[in-house]
């Protein structure tokens, strides 16, 4: 089955681009976490210096990237959904998830 296939049958071409897109913003997704993950566990410690916090600190690292984890989903599957409707295009990534 090829490409072509898929524009003649319009449910191959749904499920075809479910995947691009699961792929696509799976691989946004982790790229921006690395980010969060670095910053995170590099600027909260300081932030956080010698204060007395009446929970661990490594409960409030969980929690902040938790929230950021969930803030970057929200803003990935805006991107993904949203972007082709006005005409962007992430083409490196793109062709990153491409098979």
């Known amino acids: ?4 296939d898929a524009i003649r049958f319009p449910r191959l071409k749904l499920g075809l681009f479910l ?3 699961l792929f696509l913003f799976l691989f946004l997704f982790l790229a921006g976490m690395l980010g969060v993950v670095a910053l995170t566990v590099t600027v909260l410690p300081q932030v956080l ?4 916090l009446p929970v661990p ?3 409030v690292l969980v929690a902040s990237i938790t929230q950021s984890g969930l803030l970057v989903a929200l803003v990935v599957w805006l991107g993904v959904s949203l972007a082709p409707k006005v ?3 992430a083409p490196a990534f ?3 998830v491409t098979p």
């Open 1 to 4: 089955m090829t490409t072509i």
């Open 19 to 21: 995947f691009l897109f």
């Open 49 to 52: 210096g010698d204060a007395s």
């Open 57 to 59: 600190s490594w409960l």
């Open 87 to 89: 005409g962007l295009t």
């Open 94 to 96: 793109e062709a990153a």
